[in-house]
């Protein structure tokens, strides 16, 4: 309730801050009515994703926050964080820009849900002989309790945008032939106008992410702010 109460109080805020940004803009003179556009698109940016925040939090789903304001990564449930990771891009797309605007859309959607993962290689993290032992242990499939601390994986949200995560994990190839068509599959979207968001982790940070995410699982974006 106090969660529910608390999104309540900014998305009025906002609105408030939203009208004032309007009614100024009337009375601005031609020298400033360029700084009113970008404080007006800014509000109504921060009062989508406040009002897409409250609907994801008003649920008890988990979902992932892509945060381009804050520069991070996150999981959250109930608007409450359970995980975060900084928004580190080697290579690509560092500001977002590109990305954003193929997440959002034409109808500035900034809710999508994951279509699909696929882990293209990993590095076991419990050692084979000890991993035998505890399975025996618990009357067990090895392959049940094994994580592979993962190397590289791809998280799709569909309409060919992706996000690509490569960790500083080397580890063995486990996708099998998959791992070629995926690659085909984002290089060819990416040449239809695509986007993806390259992103590097540690290799815990990566298996924190990895094994949380699964395919419906909703992503809510906040795009870089506007200059």
Known sequence: MRSRWRWRRCLVVVCTALSALTACGGRSRETGRGE???GR???EAEYRFLQSEIALASTDSLYLLIDFARRETALKRRGTPLWSCPMRSPHGDPDGVDFSRRF?????RSIRVVAWKHLYGGQEKIPAQTLEIVSRTLNADPASLQRLLPE???LSFGDRA?????TDV???AVGGLENQSKS???TVDIILGGASLDLSMTGEQGLTLYEAVYPGMPVLLVPP???
């Open 225 to 227: 702010p506007a200059r």
């Open 104 to 108: 959002l859309g034409e109808e500035g």
């Open 162 to 166: 992706f996000m690509e995560v490569r």
């Open 36 to 38: 009113a556009t970008i």
């Open 41 to 43: 698109t800014q509000a």
């Open 152 to 154: 590289r994986f791809l």
């Open 170 to 172: 080397e580890g063995s």
């Open 184 to 186: 085909v599959e984002r």
